[in-house]
């Protein structure tokens, strides 16, 4: 069994920068892609960022592409999502997630099989 830890949520003012990490045990991450996922209130659980095994390849959503940046460190087996020009539509609970195929870096949930307890994020302006 996997277990993922995200840490680094908080509250920051609007154009201001955070870093989440998201830890794993149980499992090396080596063998598995990831992926970044975010829900606000009231709303569905959005896709963010994903990286495949290695980190060759990453894939945004449009609405965070150019802001966020996903990396991983599988020496530590953890994820990152560095979030710069933060807005207050970012105002959500961020959520990290594994992919059981390694090369794939998809924006469905439903192809993420553990997932963290989530970190807020709260945008203020």
């Known amino acids: 069994q996997v277990q993922l830890v995200e840490s680094g949520g908080g509250l920051v003012q609007a154009g201001g920068s955070l870093r989440l990490s998201c830890a794993a045990s149980?499992?090396?991450?080596?063998?598995?892609?990831m992926g970044w996922f975010r829900q606000a209130p009231g709303k569905e659980r959005d896709f963010v960022a994903a990286?495949?095994?290695?980190?060759?390849?990453?894939y945004y959503a449009d609405s965070v592409k150019g802001r966020f940046t996903i990396s991983r460190d599988n020496a530590k087996n953890t994820v990152y999502l560095q979030m710069n020009s933060l807005k207050p539509e970012d105002t959500a609970v961020y959520y990290c997630?594994?992919?059981?195929?390694?090369?794939?870096?998809?924006?469905?949930?439903?192809?993420?099989?553990?997932w963290g307890q989530g970190t807020q994020v709260t945008v203020s302006s």
């Open positions: 990286i495949n095994w290695g980190g060759a390849s990453t």
């Open positions: 149980g499992r090396t991450l080596t063998r598995y892609a």
């Open positions: 997630a594994l992919d059981t195929n390694p090369f794939r870096t998809s924006s469905s949930h439903y192809e993420y099989r553990y």
